[in-house]
């Protein structure tokens, strides 16, 4: 088994509740397991008896139980919620209650702030590349302290771990036929039970449509009107679907990044599917002979790297992107908890050229001091200077 680097962070929470969210098949009922099946009962709401008992009566079902309660696929009974907040609020006991779910019920309406001061929250990602080659990488820490952390180059493998993603079955998969075969049952098992499951209607037939436009669209701006122009659907149904696929932890779109920085920004999200192997199985072709698709993964690839490291380091700082309307633009954008940002660019050649670097220079003339670093990522082997601050970096290097 690959080890998840999160269980750190989950041991030292002192908060009553512990919510570890998450797609499903991801590993989180593994996880939570795991580290505390020692010292709490697990129940699974999967279970349809024991479904029955929550829901004829939420607040029985935990105050009675002799010792802390692991309660997994938590957005079955959202009401249970209510009645975990009684329980805390008479008794607060450090790790209490420890919750997973493959919806983000907190968005779920009349249970957004039932928890509010009571609950820590994370989320579990699939795989990260650190977690496949089984160690951690300080490079994301060091970009912040403007240092680069030498690693290895392994461009040789980024098609197949692109191609692989991070749900733990399919990179176990060593035939690519058996992993799109798992990964076309998992997408059918989301998409006509647990969104329709969320969403109480029937009417969900649009549904893999959008998926695949937003397959084919990964790294380009959410333009909903647009969206909804091409597929034919109201804008309020298709942003309706659109939070489903977010709360269900298919689509991860990424927020614009702005700044009182005297330029005019673009403030739309860019969508991101979870997982890039995700993407080959809803477009039914493959990304090796489309350049520009590549380009588009890739970028999908490392948004998702990123996000993974920030759910299971120390290090405290938000994933965004930046573009103004003249034009300028970069990737992302890592902004610390201080205000300290480190910036990337992505490219899927192993060639750059000063150019690439036009919105990282941007970026660092606006922000001056708060500026650590600007990356820009390639297929290239080495470490090359461009100017203060602003390199050129082998991908690798952010995982190994």
């Known amino acids: 088994?690959?080890?998840?680097?999160?269980?750190?962070?989950?041991?030292?929470?002192?908060?009553?509740?512990?919510?570890?969210?998450?797609?499903?098949?991801?590993?989180?009922?593994?996880?939570?397991?795991?580290?505390?099946?020692?010292?709490?009962?697990?129940?699974?709401?999967?279970?349809?008896?024991?479904?029955?008992?929550?829901?004829?009566?939420?607040?029985?079902?935990?105050?009675?139980?002799?010792?802390?309660?692991?309660?997994?696929?938590?957005?079955?009974?959202?009401?249970?919620?209510?009645?975990?907040?009684?329980?805390?609020?008479?008794?607060?006991?450090?790790?209490?209650?420890?919750?997973?779910?493959?919806?983000?019920?907190?968005?779920?309406?009349?249970?957004?702030?039932?928890?509010?001061?009571?609950?820590?929250?994370?989320?579990?990602?699939?795989?990260?590349?650190?977690?496949?080659?089984?160690?951690?990488?300080?490079?994301?820490?060091?970009?912040?302290?403007?240092?680069?952390?030498?690693?290895?180059?392994?461009?040789?493998?980024?098609?197949?771990?692109?191609?692989?993603?991070?749900?733990?079955?399919?990179?176990?998969?060593?035939?690519?036929?058996?992993?799109l075969e798992w990964l076309h049952a998992y997408l059918t098992q989301l998409l006509e039970k647990d969104i329709r499951d969320l969403s109480n209607i029937e009417g969900l037939s649009e549904i893999p449509t959008i998926l695949g436009l937003l397959a084919s669209r990964v790294g380009a701006l959410v333009n909903v009107n647009d969206l909804s122009r091409s597929l034919q659907i109201p804008y309020t149904t298709l942003k309706r679907y659109l939070s489903l696929l977010e709360m269900s932890y298919l689509f991860c779109p990424v927020q614009p990044w702005f700044q009182n920085i005297g330029k005019r920004l673009i403030k739309s999200e860019k969508a991101f599917l979870i997982d890039t192997a995700l993407i080959e199985s809803v477009l039914h072709r493959g990304i090796e002979a489309d350049s520009l698709l590549f380009g588009h993964v890739l970028e999908n690839f490392i948004a998702m790297e990123l996000m993974k490291q920030l759910s299971y380091k120390s290090l405290s700082a938000r994933l965004f992107h930046y573009r103004t309307t003249s034009g300028e633009e970069v990737d992302f954008v890592l902004e610390a908890m201080d205000g300290n940002v480190v910036a990337f660019e992505v490219k899927g050649s192993s060639q750059f050229s000063q150019k690439d670097a036009k919105g990282l220079r941007s970026l660092k003339e606006q922000l001056q001091n708060k500026f650590k670093m600007g990356i820009i990522l390639y297929q290239g082997t080495q470490v090359l200077p461009i100017e203060e601050n602003i390199y050129a970096v082998p991908l690798s290097y952010l995982w190994t």
């Open 1 to 179: 088994m690959h080890p998840r680097f999160l269980g750190n962070k989950l041991k030292q929470t002192q908060l009553p509740v512990v919510m570890i969210n998450g797609a499903r098949q991801v590993g989180k009922s593994t996880l939570v397991k795991e580290i505390f099946s020692k010292t709490h009962d697990y129940f699974t709401l999967d279970d349809p008896q024991i479904l029955s008992l929550v829901r004829t009566d939420p607040l029985n079902f935990i105050r009675y139980a002799k010792n802390p309660l692991i309660i997994d696929e938590i957005q079955r009974c959202p009401d249970l919620l209510l009645a975990i907040k009684t329980i805390v609020d008479e008794k607060r006991v450090s790790r209490q209650f420890v919750l997973t779910g493959s919806v983000n019920v907190l968005r779920l309406q009349g249970v957004q702030d039932s928890l509010a001061g009571r609950i820590s929250r994370h989320i579990l990602w699939p795989l990260s590349q650190e977690e496949i080659v089984g160690r951690t990488s300080p490079f994301l820490e060091g970009l912040f302290k403007s240092e680069i952390t030498k690693g290895r180059t392994d461009t040789l493998t980024l098609m197949e771990s692109i191609k692989k993603g991070g749900y733990p079955l399919a990179v176990l998969a060593e035939n690519p036929l058996h992993r």
